[in-house]
């Protein structure tokens, strides 16, 4: 069907309503094509409108539209009356759907055309006709039937706006019969004369009114939206309280919290931008209730209908966070919630809602794309719509049925009634409120009868008091009362151990340490703590203590014979805690028999003389197990001096006795192996020095000086293998060698001594210093048990005043001529040992009058943190500075080498005459 345009002249000018302002549409025309009246047919009351509609009884559709019963059709679709398909019309199937969806509302179902072109051009859609997007012809009977259906989804919306603005100017008159002290007629003959001379609609002035009376938080949050705004767009400031005002009326008309959903979508949010909105009711265990939602697909909203405890979402961060969350992505956050892959990358706000301090759940608003940071007038509007979903809440019932049902929670009387059967002291607290109806305390409704206070007041002094009066350290360093608010707020239940609690007694402060519960029922909160008993503590403290050390204590009434023992001195004897105890007069026969002497002097001077005694003995147990035991006890006498019991202490040393035994075990053994290394070492070096005195008487060669020096390792384990020989052979050639064997102790002694015998032994040969160190390594590597050595030899001719020497990895000799010292270079030679057979080369030198020859051994230079390099060159430095004698000069190099290896040293040095 299609509508008739209104001629000019045909039934006068469109009328204003006086609620709203807008122009009326014009009315549709009736099946076969007679008018319909200007008057308006009303609606029968529980006539369903499109989009699950209902208007009161009474109140006429706009247009004078009515909804008689229709022909069913699949999807919920009923067409007017007289209207029919016409013969061998049938409806496809995207027909079906469109016309069923645009008439059916419900979270996520199809949105009407009209609707959808509104939030696409932000204008009502033309009355023509339009092409189906399938292509349906608007003159075609599906064509047509949508068309209706759009319009009609149209009106309804209209019809709703008007709805909602005629309860707040209604509301408005009210406010001005108070105020006037007028009737109705002459408040409405009123509001419509100050809203002509204002120049600005009934409805913006009845806003206007309201605010004015009421300054609560909505009005505040509209004013300084109106004038944050006004400035750039008056039009835009006006609508903004409107949206806020017509959002209040529809939220406290609903009768649930999804039509509270609705509201706030369509009236407030949906100007700012938001495509959806969320409803959830916090249950006291944690849980989230889905109790309403707009936006979001019916699938979606059943999907996430019971979030249950401990699952972080963006409503939990929002009931946690006291400012809320604003989040410009929830896709950047990775936090699961409702609608995440319907905007992924949209922003989402979550504000607490709660009033008079308690938190009753969370409102989650959905934006299409990402969040830019809203002013603060915006903020604060929407923090107003949280405080309205807040009074929904606040008598919200979570439906029946659900896996998720949550249980009923006991008021306070029933609360005081769990209080008297617990065990710990428990306070059950109710929330005090101001005259602005804020959170300012809480009242201690009733103590139960094992209430302990930690100041010591009995339980009449702090039943009936505010938490605050009675206990103003509550607000201090233990945050005892913010907890109590926090899980007030929340309903999210707090326990912690061994917290410090701090009451006011005459100004003076009294700590106790207690373990803490605190937990939200219903409207009330119970709060129990446990204080510690400092008897207890030590008890419990003594115990472990015993357990530990394996203690065992007793005590032994002298006259009348009773004997008590703790559980672990059973444990210590072997015996089952319902056998008798073991009297002091019979230990002897648990003990072993080699004890007795001891056991029986313990108890002469514990009984006759009673004085402390203790003792230590082997307890044979029944089981076999022999424990080493020691015993300390103590007489406690009457005034008159007589002996009254016994009390004393059984110890397990046991483990203590083996490890004693395995020490002195120990300290033997290693006695016995210090001796014998020291009588080892002494060996060594007795060896040593009969080989390798420090000092050797000169050597007598003509024109020739010849002195030595030798230097043992500081450490006497650390007995080395440096060696070194002067010798005059048959030939009168003078041998001169030095060498170390590697490593240390007797083992590298006697190698050193085989070495030096076998160069003496074959210097006698005549070889030249390349063949002897040859047929050297031959003996060190066959003869030996393959120890390396180095070596460095040389043979002197006194009447030519040449020598020849050669090396076997050994550092060079150093030529001290004039003020001048240096290395002699350096000959090819493998160190002796490492290979079964090699070749050394030789070289000769002359020497001059007063030159100074000098052969050492690496115990001279070497340092660990240093390079042999740089050493040799410190050692060159000081042999520069020659004495008048060549016994001088070694000595000289002794006392300034800067050797840190704490190895042994050789020094052979040679002058020139």
């Given at each position: 069907m299609s509508e008739q345009p209104r001629e000019p002249g045909q039934g006068g000018e469109p009328q204003r309503d006086s609620a709203t302002g807008p122009e009326s549409p014009p009315p549709p025309a009736a099946s076969g094509g007679s008018p319909a009246?200007?008057?308006?047919?009303?609606?029968?009351?529980?006539?369903?409108?499109?989009?699950?509609?209902?208007?009161?009884?009474?109140?006429?559709?706009?247009?004078?539209?009515?909804?008689?019963?229709?022909?069913?059709?699949?999807?919920?679709?009923?067409?007017?009356?007289?209207?029919?398909?016409?013969?061998?019309?049938?409806l496809s199937a995207q027909a079906l759907a469109l016309a069923g969806g645009a008439l059916?509302?419900?979270?996520?179902?199809?949105?009407?055309?009209?609707?959808?072109?509104?939030?696409?051009?932000?204008?009502?859609?033309?009355?023509?006709?339009?092409?189906?997007?399938?292509?349906?012809?608007?003159s075609s009977p599906v064509g047509r039937l949508a068309a209706t259906v759009e319009r009609l989804s149209r009106e309804v919306r209209i019809a709703q706006a008007e709805a909602e603005g005629r309860a707040l100017v209604e509301l408005a008159k009210g406010v001005l019969v108070e105020r006037l002290k007028c009737g109705p007629a002459q408040a409405a003959r009123q509001l419509a004369e100050l809203a002509e001379q204002a120049q600005v609609s009934p409805l913006e002035l009845a806003v206007d009114v309201i605010n004015q009376a009421a300054r609560d938080r909505m009005s505040e949050v509209t004013d300084a939206f109106v004038a944050a705004t006004r400035a750039a767009d008056e039009a835009e400031a006006e609508s903004a309280a409107v949206r806020l005002r017509a959002a209040e009326s529809g939220v406290l008309a609903a009768d649930d919290t999804q039509a509270v959903a609705d509201a706030l979508l369509e009236q407030a949010l949906r100007p700012l931008g938001a495509v959806a909105v969320a409803i959830w009711a916090a249950g006291s265990d944690g849980?989230?209730?889905?109790?309403?939602?707009?936006?979001?697909?019916?699938?979606?909203?059943?999907?996430?209908?019971?979030?249950?405890?401990?699952?972080?979402?963006?409503?939990?961060?929002?009931?946690?966070?006291?400012?809320?969350?604003?989040?410009?992505?929830?896709?950047?956050?990775?936090?699961?919630?409702?609608?995440?892959?319907?905007?992924?990358?949209?922003?989402?706000?979550?504000?607490?809602?709660?009033?008079?301090?308690?938190?009753?759940?969370?409102?989650?608003?959905?934006?299409?794309?990402?969040?830019?940071?809203?002013?603060?007038?915006?903020?604060?509007?929407?923090?107003?719509?949280?405080?309205?979903?807040?009074?929904?809440?606040?008598?919200?019932?979570?439906?029946?049925?659900?896996?998720?049902?949550?249980?009923?929670?006991?008021?306070?009387?029933?609360?005081?009634?769990?209080?008297?059967?617990?065990?710990?002291?428990?306070?059950?607290?109710?929330?005090?409120?101001?005259?602005?109806?804020?959170?300012?305390?809480?009242?201690?409704?009733?103590?139960?009868?094992?209430?302990?206070?930690?100041?010591g007041r009995p339980r009449a002094v702090v039943n009936g008091a505010l938490l605050l009066e009675a206990y103003p350290m509550a607000a201090g360093d233990s945050e005892l009362f913010q907890r109590v608010e926090r899980v007030y707020a929340t309903g999210e239940p707090f326990r912690a151990q061994r917290l410090n609690l701090t009451a006011l007694v005459d100004q003076v402060p009294l700590s106790a340490i207690a373990d803490i519960s605190?937990?939200?029922?219903?409207?009330?909160?119970?709060?129990?703590?446990?204080?510690?008993?400092?008897?207890?503590?030590?008890?419990?403290?003594?115990?472990?203590?015993?357990?530990?050390?394996?203690?065992?204590?007793f005590e032994e009434n002298v006259l009348t014979g009773e004997i008590t023992w703790n559980g672990q001195l059973f444990d210590l004897y072997g015996r089952a805690e319902s056998n008798s105890p073991?009297?002091?007069?019979?230990?002897?026969?648990?003990?072993?028999?080699?004890?007795?002497?001891?056991?029986?002097?313990?108890?002469?001077?514990?009984?006759?003389?009673?004085?402390?005694?203790?003792?230590?003995?082997?307890?044979?147990?029944?089981?076999?197990?022999?424990?080493?035991?020691?015993?300390?006890?103590?007489?406690?006498?009457?005034?008159?001096?007589?002996?009254?019991?016994?009390?004393?202490?059984?110890?397990?040393?046991s483990s203590q006795h083996w490890t004693e035994v395995a020490l002195a075990a120990t300290r033997d053994q290693l006695?016995?192996?210090?001796?014998?290394?020291?009588?080892?070492?002494?060996?060594?070096?007795?060896?040593?020095?009969?080989?390798?005195?420090?000092?050797?008487?000169?050597?007598?060669?003509?024109?020739?000086?010849?002195?030595?020096?030798?230097?043992?390792?500081?450490?006497?384990?650390?007995?080395?293998?440096?060696?070194?020989?002067?010798?005059?052979?048959?030939?009168?050639?003078?041998?001169l060698c030095v060498g170390d064997v590697a490593g240390h102790g007797i083992e590298a002694a006697?190698?050193?001594?085989?070495?030096?015998?076998?160069?003496?032994?074959?210097?006698?040969?005549?070889?030249?210093?390349?063949?002897?160190?040859s047929w050297l390594n031959i003996v060190a590597h066959h003869l030996t048990g393959a120890v390396t050595a180095t070596a460095v030899c040389g043979l002197y001719d006194p009447e030519r005043r040449t020598l020849r020497w050669a090396r076997a990895g050994h550092l060079p000799p150093v030529l001290v001529r004039d003020s001048d010292a240096s290395a002699l270079p350096l000959v090819k030679g493998l160190l002796l040992g490492a290979v079964p057979e090699a070749v050394y080369e030789e070289t000769e030198m002359q020497l001059a009058p007063e030159d100074t020859l000098l052969m050492y051994t690496d115990g001279l230079i070497e340092r660990r943190d240093r390079p042999v390099e740089e050493s040799l060159t410190h050692l060159l430095t000081t042999a520069r500075s020659a004495p008048s004698t060549l016994d001088q000069h070694l000595d000289r190099l002794l006392t300034y080498s800067k050797s840190d290896t704490d190895d042994d040293t050789c020094i052979v040095g040679i002058r020139v005459g």
């Amino acid at each position: 069907m299609s509508e008739q345009p209104r001629e000019p002249g045909q039934g006068g000018e469109p009328q204003r309503d006086s609620a709203t302002g807008p122009e009326s549409p014009p009315p549709p025309a009736a099946s076969g094509g007679s008018p319909a009246t200007s008057e308006g047919v009303p609606l029968p009351e529980g006539v369903p409108l499109p989009g699950g509609v209902s208007l009161p009884d009474g109140v006429p559709l706009p247009g004078g539209v009515s909804l008689p019963d229709g022909v069913p059709l699949p999807g919920g679709v009923s067409l007017p009356e007289g209207m029919s398909l016409p013969d061998g019309v049938s409806l496809s199937a995207q027909a079906l759907a469109l016309a069923g969806g645009a008439l059916t509302a419900g979270a996520g179902d199809p949105v009407p055309l009209g609707a959808a072109a509104e939030s696409a051009g932000g204008h009502q859609p033309s009355d023509e006709p339009s092409a189906d997007p399938e292509g349906l012809s608007p003159s075609s009977p599906v064509g047509r039937l949508a068309a209706t259906v759009e319009r009609l989804s149209r009106e309804v919306r209209i019809a709703q706006a008007e709805a909602e603005g005629r309860a707040l100017v209604e509301l408005a008159k009210g406010v001005l019969v108070e105020r006037l002290k007028c009737g109705p007629a002459q408040a409405a003959r009123q509001l419509a004369e100050l809203a002509e001379q204002a120049q600005v609609s009934p409805l913006e002035l009845a806003v206007d009114v309201i605010n004015q009376a009421a300054r609560d938080r909505m009005s505040e949050v509209t004013d300084a939206f109106v004038a944050a705004t006004r400035a750039a767009d008056e039009a835009e400031a006006e609508s903004a309280a409107v949206r806020l005002r017509a959002a209040e009326s529809g939220v406290l008309a609903a009768d649930d919290t999804q039509a509270v959903a609705d509201a706030l979508l369509e009236q407030a949010l949906r100007p700012l931008g938001a495509v959806a909105v969320a409803i959830w009711a916090a249950g006291s265990d944690g849980s989230f209730t889905l109790a309403g939602s707009a936006g979001f697909s019916l699938a979606e909203a059943r999907r996430w209908h019971y979030v249950p405890p401990d699952v972080v979402t963006v409503a939990r961060r929002g009931l946690i966070e006291r400012e809320g969350q604003w989040i410009t992505s929830l896709g950047r956050t990775g936090l699961p919630s409702i609608g995440l892959h319907q905007h992924p990358d949209g922003g989402r706000v979550a504000l607490p809602a709660g009033t008079g301090g308690r938190i009753h759940g969370v409102l989650e608003i959905a934006w299409p794309g990402p969040l830019e940071p809203q002013p603060p007038q915006i903020v604060r509007q929407v923090e107003a719509l949280a405080e309205l979903c807040a009074h929904t809440l606040e008598t919200y019932t979570p439906p029946r049925g659900g896996a998720q049902e949550p249980r009923v929670l006991p008021d306070a009387a029933e609360l005081m009634d769990l209080a008297d059967g617990l065990h710990d002291p428990s306070l059950v607290l109710v929330p005090y409120l101001d005259a602005d109806g804020n959170l300012a305390d809480f009242r201690i409704q009733h103590v139960n009868n094992r209430f302990l206070d930690p100041a010591g007041r009995p339980r009449a002094v702090v039943n009936g008091a505010l938490l605050l009066e009675a206990y103003p350290m509550a607000a201090g360093d233990s945050e005892l009362f913010q907890r109590v608010e926090r899980v007030y707020a929340t309903g999210e239940p707090f326990r912690a151990q061994r917290l410090n609690l701090t009451a006011l007694v005459d100004q003076v402060p009294l700590s106790a340490i207690a373990d803490i519960s605190i937990s939200r029922h219903g409207s009330a909160v119970l709060l129990i703590w446990r204080i510690e008993d400092e008897t207890a503590r030590l008890a419990s403290l003594l115990q472990h203590a015993q357990r530990l050390g394996r203690i065992g204590g007793f005590e032994e009434n002298v006259l009348t014979g009773e004997i008590t023992w703790n559980g672990q001195l059973f444990d210590l004897y072997g015996r089952a805690e319902s056998n008798s105890p073991v009297p002091l007069e019979e230990l002897p026969s648990y003990a072993h028999p080699d004890d007795g002497v001891s056991i029986r002097r313990f108890l002469r001077t514990l009984l006759h003389h009673r004085r402390p005694a203790a003792a230590a003995f082997r307890l044979q147990r029944p089981d076999g197990v022999t424990r080493h035991i020691r015993i300390v006890a103590e007489p406690v006498l009457d005034t008159d001096g007589r002996l009254l019991l016994v009390r004393g202490a059984y110890q397990d040393i046991s483990s203590q006795h083996w490890t004693e035994v395995a020490l002195a075990a120990t300290r033997d053994q290693l006695a016995h192996t210090e001796q014998q290394a020291h009588e080892r070492a002494r060996l060594t070096l007795q060896l040593q020095h009969a080989i390798m005195p420090p000092t050797q008487a000169p050597l007598q060669v003509s024109g020739l000086q010849v002195a030595v020096r030798y230097r043992p390792a500081e450490t006497e384990q650390l007995v080395g293998g440096d060696w070194y020989d002067t010798v005059v052979l048959p030939s009168r050639l003078v041998l001169l060698c030095v060498g170390d064997v590697a490593g240390h102790g007797i083992e590298a002694a006697t190698s050193m001594v085989v070495l030096r015998n076998a160069l003496r032994g074959l210097a006698v040969t005549g070889a030249g210093p390349a063949q002897l160190l040859s047929w050297l390594n031959i003996v060190a590597h066959h003869l030996t048990g393959a120890v390396t050595a180095t070596a460095v030899c040389g043979l002197y001719d006194p009447e030519r005043r040449t020598l020849r020497w050669a090396r076997a990895g050994h550092l060079p000799p150093v030529l001290v001529r004039d003020s001048d010292a240096s290395a002699l270079p350096l000959v090819k030679g493998l160190l002796l040992g490492a290979v079964p057979e090699a070749v050394y080369e030789e070289t000769e030198m002359q020497l001059a009058p007063e030159d100074t020859l000098l052969m050492y051994t690496d115990g001279l230079i070497e340092r660990r943190d240093r390079p042999v390099e740089e050493s040799l060159t410190h050692l060159l430095t000081t042999a520069r500075s020659a004495p008048s004698t060549l016994d001088q000069h070694l000595d000289r190099l002794l006392t300034y080498s800067k050797s840190d290896t704490d190895d042994d040293t050789c020094i052979v040095g040679i002058r020139v005459g």
